[in-house]
Nanobody, 128 residues
Framework: QLQLVESGGGLVQPGGSLRLSCAAS????????IGWFRQAPGKEREGVSC????????MYADSVKGRFTISRDNAKNTVYLQMTSLKPEDTAVYYC?????????????????????WGQGTQVTVSS
């Protein structure tokens, strides 16, 4: 059974940092492209950062460029989202998703792209 589990969310003050993890089981994450998405209450889900299957393409939403970094640790079958300089508007439930198709990170982060598997989400709250 393909499964993704996010962790690392929590409450952090503005300007703080968090590292989200997306651990895969039942499949080898190295052969999948990964997307990080978030959804705040009353808002649509948005693509935050994506990395394609071959790792040669990454994409960041304008709102997080220069603050968030996506990376892989193939040995741990895990993808990370390092978040720094967090702002209250980053508050949301963050989800990771994986898909086996070969495409660009920009395509993977586009609205409506269909993923093979989704995680259950982890809450990130940025507040003083």
């Amino acid at each position: 059974q393909l499964q993704l589990v996010e962790s690392g969310g929590g409450l952090v003050q503005p300007g703080g940092s968090l590292r989200l993890s997306c651990a895969a089981s039942g499949f080898t994450l190295e052969y999948y492209g990964i997307g990080w998405f978030r959804q705040a209450p009353g808002k649509e889900r948005e693509g935050v950062s994506c990395i394609n299957r071959r790792g040669g393409s990454t994409m960041y939403a304008d709102s997080v460029k220069g603050r968030f970094t996506i990376s892989r640790d193939n040995a741990k079958n895990t993808v990370y989202l390092q978040m720094t300089s967090l702002k209250p508007e980053d508050t949301a439930v963050y989800y990771c998703a994986a898909d086996w198709r070969i495409t660009t990170a920009q395509t993977m982060c586009s609205t409506g792209y269909e993923y093979t598997v989704w995680g259950q989400g982890t809450q990130v709250t940025v507040s003083s």
